[in-house]
């Protein structure tokens, strides 16, 4: 591939999508090709799983999410990351594989093991260059969210629920290779300088 993946990870109320938005911003002005995507919504197939999986009305089993998630994830690579990726763009993505371990595999009780082997077919595909992993105690999290008036499934969650997604963060972060955890406690733009440090150190190596 001649582009580079670059994947924001974290749990819920971190502040991922503001740091995604700044570091798009950031790259473009150094002259770089950039598409910005997410999992799960990054298709038109994967934005109607989103909306199924998202909405409070529908319970669902932990291993009918991580189905679905792979659906989506499968038009995700082949519509969207590999063509980018070879057109030499660096990718940013909201969410990838990590998600589905932490949520369905930890949190839901699928299984990491499993998760990772249901998986599989992509990494085979493609590997994200680098994971950024942004993790927030769920204390302070949850309470951006209910200052952002969030309400999907997983927001309206319960605390102990938001306590595992952390601590399944923190956990992955160190079992997999091309994450860095960076804490996310400071000022957006305290974390925005740490982001900026571990891409330009990817980028360099281009």
Known sequence: MKGKFIVFEGNDGSGKSTQILKVEK???????????????GGTEVGYRIRKLLLDPAY????????????ADR???????LIPALEDGYVVICDRYILSS????GIVRGVGVENIIKLNSIFEEK????????????????????????????????DFDFHRKVYNGFKEVSKRFEKCVNIEAEGTVEDVFE?????????????
């Open 126 to 157: 493609i590997k994200p260059d680098l994971y950024i992993v942004l993790t927030l105690s769920p204390e302070i999290a949850l309470q951006r969210l209910k200052m952002a008036g969030k309400n999907d499934k997983l927001d309206t969650e």
């Open 26 to 40: 950031y790259l473009k002005e150094k002259g770089y090709k950039v598409v910005t995507t997410r999992e799960p």
């Open 74 to 80: 499968n038009e995700h690579v082949k519509n969207v």
């Open 101 to 104: 371990i932490v949520y369905q």
């Open 194 to 206: 740490k982001v900026c440090k571990v891409i330009d150190e990817l980028l360099v190596k281009r």
């Open 59 to 70: 319970k669902m089993d932990g291993l009918t999410e991580a189905l679905l998630l792979a």
